[in-house]
């Protein structure tokens, strides 16, 4: 007797928004799949953000719903070697029915398919689209969280790509390699680990436990990217929920900054707040100066460096510019300039928080 | 015969003397917009309705005395800040961070500029154009705020120039404390206070923060910046912009370049409404020159032009640049600093013929 194909069936029915996750979930019960996931934000539809031209991947829209799009992408790796060099699959892209310009990318396909040909492909269509933060408190409250409000009883991490922050002991070449290890650790030796690294997980890979059975394995990754293969309506309620909602939040904050955006030119600074005295000497600030020049594609001049610091920013990937100011301890001012978009705001934050110490994003007060 | 300096030790004097020129232009900014917010907000840094601020306003003196500078028709005072309380009272004051130590004929020159605002001056921001009374006030860094002092009370009398107009001298300085201040503080006179408190005599600290939106759009005031820094400006906030319009921006390679085309005066009208004190002027920009003029920024693009960044347009007779926009350099402003003083280190080796000398900076 023929086997049935779920997945084709699967693909072969119409989703709307209402019920994707829950088939998705209903699919993944009766056939062993994993689930990627990729929270975004942008003002653009899914079409116009994807469209771009890549030499190397064909992108089509097979499918539409309302707040669903079903499209395909093929990969043609210009490579040649072990790999295969065509690679091809689908993807749903679902917009969040609560929050604006909010969308997650979603497909079940190999991580072959999601990590050659879908990621990158995403990736490209920067500065279009605004792909969260996930920062070590974040993901750590999120973890938590999801481990209590699911009733698990604990969450034993089984894969940490782990990068740590360059010291003085640790010179920078050194720092920037990220470590993976396999730690068998619950949840706060990780945190606890990560931390005395001075480091952050760009991923961290986890079974989640039930007396000692274990129900699924889910990633989360800092770009905000979550993997499971089981307990997918749970994953959906209390890990993207809140990865979504970080990334529409950054995207509200960020956007609208530049002078130009209003007719008086006047600044809209937002600031990093540490929330403790980072900044307190000038060892700290030159740590500062010297992280940010690291910052790819870009100019930094530095205006003034002690005791207060006055950094300007060029970003050449869209022209943005900024300006960084140190006027106390506890924060970094960023101040777009005529022109400082989305995607450059963000850019600029993820290398303070990937590269010198987090903090929480907040629009620029003046009595601080 | 004289002896040469060696052209790297020469390039790097250059260097750290503009790079002080910088802070100083920076410093004078900060100062400006510190000491005019004395009056412009209140204690809880809200805007105080009946006060107005200015920079570089041309005022001109209400009878001219014949024979004198004042007689010519052109003349004018354009003083470092301004403020009018209640459209009645007037306060006009000159930034002068390093006052001269022991050297007279700077430290007259710097009085006989505030005297020429020592008379009945029109041109006031508001509707009569006049004010029933003014003061002047000095601003002078912290450092040498003791000169200017004994300056005034020793030094001034045996010239025989005497101030008719409330006159004060005001000390400014950064300092840390948790975070950074802007101090003020009288060392002479007492300059008027809204409120009628004297709080200037003991000292007024604002925290630099509550005014870092202003510092960060203001980047130019009515004197003319060092070259590479105002080249930096342009280069950051006008080429690039300019240039990110390009498709190849984004994929621009370390040898690529892209041509951007400005035309001087729109230079000129962007760095104005983006980068000086324009926006304090709003309702009465009548006597408020564009800053920066139009000399500075052909001179920055001449210099563009000098470390073949850019050429002039042909034809276009030094009204139109051609920027060959690149993405090489990690840090623009250091960068044209040493290239600022590298031609002009080279200017001072090369040997002149009598009367082919190098005008020097």
Redesign the interface.
């Known amino acids: 007797m023929a086997r049935m194909d779920f997945t084709a069936l699967f693909f072969g029915a119409s989703h709307d928004r209402e019920h994707l996750v829950k088939d998705l979930d209903s699919l993944m019960r009766t056939e062993p799949h994993t689930l990627s996931i990729l929270p975004y934000a942008s003002e653009k539809s899914p079409i116009e953000c994807f469209e771009a031209y890549d030499r190397n991947r064909k992108f089509s829209c097979i499918g539409r719903e309302d707040g669903v799009g079903l499209f395909k992408l093929i990969f043609e790796s210009p490579r040649i070697g072990s790999e295969p060099p065509v690679i091809e699959g689908k993807f749903f892209v679902y917009e969040h029915p609560e929050l604006v310009n909010t969308y997650l990318v979603m497909t079940i396909e190999s991580q072959d398919f999601v990590r050659r040909a879908l990621l990158p492909f995403i990736e490209r269509s920067y500065p279009r689209i605004l792909l969260p933060i996930v920062n070590h408190q974040h993901m750590k409250l999120l973890l938590y969280g999801f481990r209590d409000n699911c009733g698990f009883t604990d969450l034993r991490v089984v894969r940490a790509v782990l990068r740590s922050r360059f010291t003085e002991q640790k010179p920078r070449t050194e720092a920037v390699i990220p470590s993976v290890s396999w730690p068998n650790l619950g949840l706060a030796g990780a945190f606890d680990f990560a931390q005395e690294q001075n480091g952050w997980f760009q991923s961290l890979t986890f079974e989640a436990l039930r007396d000692s059975t274990e129900h699924a394995e889910i990633t989360v990754a800092r770009n905000g990217m979550v993997k499971a293969d089981g307990e997918l309506l749970k994953v959906f309620d209390n890990l993207v929920s809140g990865i979504c909602k970080r990334a529409h939040d950054n995207h509200k904050l960020f956007r609208m900054r530049s002078?130009r955006d209003n007719p008086?030119?006047?600044?809209k600074?937002l600031t990093v707040n540490f929330g403790r005295e980072q900044l307190a000497d000038e060892g700290e600030r030159d740590k500062l100066i010297e992280v940010m020049?690291l910052l790819d594609?870009?100019?930094?001049?530095?205006?003034?460096s002690n005791?207060?610091v006055?950094l300007?920013v060029?970003d050449?990937?869209?022209?943005s510019?900024f300006?960084l100011?140190v006027?106390?301890?506890r924060e970094l001012?960023i101040?777009p300039?005529?022109?400082g978009t989305v995607a450059g705001i963000r850019r600029l934050v993820s290398h303070v928080f990937d590269n010198y110490a987090e903090g929480s994003i907040e629009d620029?007060q003046?009595?601080? | 015969m004289t002896m040469v300096q060696p052209v790297d030790e020469t390039i790097e004097k250059l260097v750290k003397e503009i790079r002080v020129a910088i802070d100083d232009y920076n410093d004078t900014i900060h100062a400006i917009i510190g000491f005019v917010n004395l009056y412009l907000i209140d204690d809880t840094y809200r805007q105080r309705p009946g006060v107005k601020g200015f920079q570089g306003r041309h005022l001109t003196p209400l009878s001219r005395g014949q024979g004198s500078i004042e007689s010519k028709a052109d003349y004018y005072v354009s003083p470092d800040l301004g403020v009018v309380i209640e459209d009645e009272k007037g306060i006009l004051g000159e930034v002068k961070k390093n006052f001269p130590k022991d050297d007279i004929d700077r430290g007259t020159k710097v009085f006989a500029q505030l005297k020429g605002y020592d008379q009945a001056l029109t041109g006031w921001p508001v509707e009569s154009k006049n004010v029933e009374s003014h003061e002047i006030v000095l601003l002078v860094h912290l450092a040498t705020s003791a000169y200017a002092k004994d300056f005034y009370q020793d030094k001034l009398p045996t010239t025989g120039m005497v101030f008719e107009h409330p006159f004060s001298i005001v000390e400014f300085g950064r300092f840390e404390q948790t975070q950074e201040f802007f101090l003020f503080r009288t060392v002479l006179g007492e300059p008027t206070e809204v409120g009628g408190e004297k709080k200037l005599r003991f000292g007024v600290s604002v925290p630099m923060r509550v005014f870092l939106r202003e510092y960060a759009k203001t980047k130019l005031y009515d004197a003319q910046p060092a070259v590479p820094y105002l080249a930096e400006l342009i280069w950051t906030h006008i080429v690039t912009s300019i240039a990110s319009e390009n498709p190849n921006f984004e994929h621009l390679r370390k040898n690529q370049k892209i041509e951007v085309t400005l035309a001087i005066d729109d230079v000129v009208d962007e760095l104005n409404e983006g980068f000086s004190f324009h926006f304090w002027h709003g309702r009465y920009p009548e006597l408020q020159p564009r800053i920066p003029h139009k000399e500075w920024v052909r001179e920055a693009c001449q210099f563009l032009v000098d470390c073949a960044e850019a050429k002039w347009a042909e034809g276009s007779q030094d009204t139109k640049l051609v920027v060959f926009y690149h993405q090489r350099y990690k840090d623009i402003l250091n960068q044209f600093v040493l290239s600022y003083a590298t031609l002009e280190g080279r200017k001072l080796e090369t040997p002149m013929l009598p009367g082919f000398e190098s005008k020097g900076r």
């Open positions: 002078r008086s030119l006047d600044v600074p020049r594609k870009t100019s930094l001049s530095v205006v003034h005791p207060y006055q300007s060029i050449y990937i869209d022209g510019t300006e100011w006027l106390n301890p001012i101040v300039q005529l022109k620029f003046m009595v601080g």
